[in-house]
């Protein structure tokens, strides 16, 4: 049966739980709110599917292959202000809608947590929208897809690496059918579930509200180059708005403090994936196509699979434009290599378990003069009309200093 020595080694992708054939794993939050599986020895017949299925204990060699790559926009301004960067995810999604498909993605249930859903109407897409800095539950999410599978219904499931490989090793020979399409994106890390809840209760009494609505890359206020945290109320209205290097949840994420350990040194970082579809931020579009720098946000589309490229293929109502691969992952740190977990990760999580926000933010994430300075100095930049040209230097530096061009 599973046993996880290292917390390091339990993505928490839920295939062990979802495998086992009589229901003795069940996955548990630990004391930094991440799920592990918890074996019920008792109930246990030591089949061993749970060892056999688990994407970390059994890595999977990377294959290069060849890739197409794409720079995307959706055309509906709308959509594309909802979406993270250029709305690729809800073009793809609408499609297999289109031809009579579900779509399972993360959203928020009535608590503003963040856990794995269905949608199977267009209109239903809106909730998967926006990028949402916290690990999804995937709850049973899993073994509906298998059913659904079996039944021969179209089914596209987008989640980060780590969820795109459990699902498809938990699948197994099911994933051999045109009616399953994996959508995964560069994922930098997911934070604590635990950490996200009392970030938004601390938010609810500070404010006074019951929230409606968080979306953590906002553009309305400052444009996609330097999209903020926004907070709604539940008639909609604006409660709050602040950039990533002002609101302390942003802050923590950004500062590698609150994030899974197995992100750390995550197995799922790599260019040719399992997915059949990659999506990332494209912060460097003026660089790769000039005349698509709107600051409304671009999608890079990476596509691993003939299916991937069956479906993107079928993407016409948009605007996209075709990029050489190598040329697309240029520079993009987070696509192949985990990010460093900062040295006081183990001091801050303990006062993440013990502590509410408001002590944790007194003694990690004061707003002091450093903090202040930086906020002032963003805004001046952007009322000066300068952001954008900055931003678009740090890119090209990130670009020129490229640490392989195989990447
Ligand atoms: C936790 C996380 C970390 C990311 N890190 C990076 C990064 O370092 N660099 C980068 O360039 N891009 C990163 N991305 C991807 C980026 O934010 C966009 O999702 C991507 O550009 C696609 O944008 P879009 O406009 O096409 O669709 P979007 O509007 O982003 O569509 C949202 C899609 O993301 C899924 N999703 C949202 N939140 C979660 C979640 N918590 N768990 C699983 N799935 C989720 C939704 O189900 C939906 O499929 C990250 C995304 C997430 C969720
Ligand atoms: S060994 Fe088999 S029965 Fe035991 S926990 Fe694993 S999957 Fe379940
Ligand atoms: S990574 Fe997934 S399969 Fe492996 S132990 Fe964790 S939850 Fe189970
Ligand atoms: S960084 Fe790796 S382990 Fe962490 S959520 Fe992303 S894919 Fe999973």
């Known amino acids: 049966m599973i046993k996880i020595e290292r917390r390091e080694d339990c993505s928490g992708c839920t295939a062990c739980a979802s495998i086992c054939p009589v229901d003795a794993i069940t996955m548990r939050p630990d004391a930094e709110g991440f799920q592990y599986p918890k074996v019920n020895e008792k109930k246990c017949i030591e089949c061993h599917l749970c060892e056999r299925v688990c994407p970390i204990a059994n890595r999977k060699v990377e ?108 699948l197994g020979k099911l994933c051999i059918t045109d009616n399953l399409l994996l959508v995964d994106f560069v994922c930098h890390a997911v934070p604590s579930p635990l950490f996200w809840r009392k970030y938004i209760h601390w938010q609810e009494k500070r404010l006074s509200v019951k929230i409606g609505n968080v979306r953590f890359r906002d553009k309305r206020h400052y444009g996609y180059k330097y999209s903020q945290m926004v907070i709604t109320d539940e008639n909609g209205g604006e409660r709050y708005h602040q950039g990533v290097e002002s609101d302390p949840y942003l802050r923590a994420f950004f500062s590698n403090l609150s994030d899974r350990p197995s992100c750390y040194s995550c197995a799922f970082k790599k260019r040719y994936r399992e997915s059949d579809i990659t999506l990332w931020d494209c912060f460097d579009v003026g660089l790769k196509a000039k005349t698509l720098d709107d600051d409304l946000g671009t999608t890079n589309i990476l596509v691993q699979s003939e299916r991937g490229a069956e479906w993107i293929a079928k993407l016409k109502d948009d605007v996209m434009i075709p990029i050489e691969a190598n040329k697309c992952v240029a520079g993009m740190r987070e696509l192949v290599r985990s990010v460093p977990q900062a040295e006081n990760r183990a001091a801050f999580m303990k006062d993440v378990a013990d502590k509410d926000m408001q002590e944790i933010i007194n003694i990690w994430l004061p707003v002091n003069l450093r903090i202040k300075m930086k906020t002032f100095l963003r805004h001046g930049l952007i009322d000066l009309g300068l952001y954008s040209f900055l931003k678009k230097l740090l890119m090209k530096r990130r670009l020129n200093r490229n640490f392989d061009s195989s990447y």
């Open 63 to 170: 294959q290069v292959k060849k890739q197409d790559a794409y720079l995307f926009q959706l055309k509906n301004k709308t959509l594309r202000m909802e979406s993270t960067s250029g709305g690729a995810f809800t073009a793809i999604a609408t499609q297999v809608i289109r031809e009579g498909g579900v779509v399972y993605g993360a959203a928020y249930d009535e608590d503003l947590q963040v856990i794995h859903m269905r949608a199977d109407s267009i209109e239903d897409l809106r909730k998967f929208r926006n990028s949402k800095y916290v690990q999804s539950n995937l709850g049973n999410v899993f073994r509906e897809i298998r059913d659904l599978l079996k039944e021969n219904q179209k089914v596209c499931f987008s989640g980060t690496p780590c969820q795109v490989e459990g699902i498809k090793s938990f």
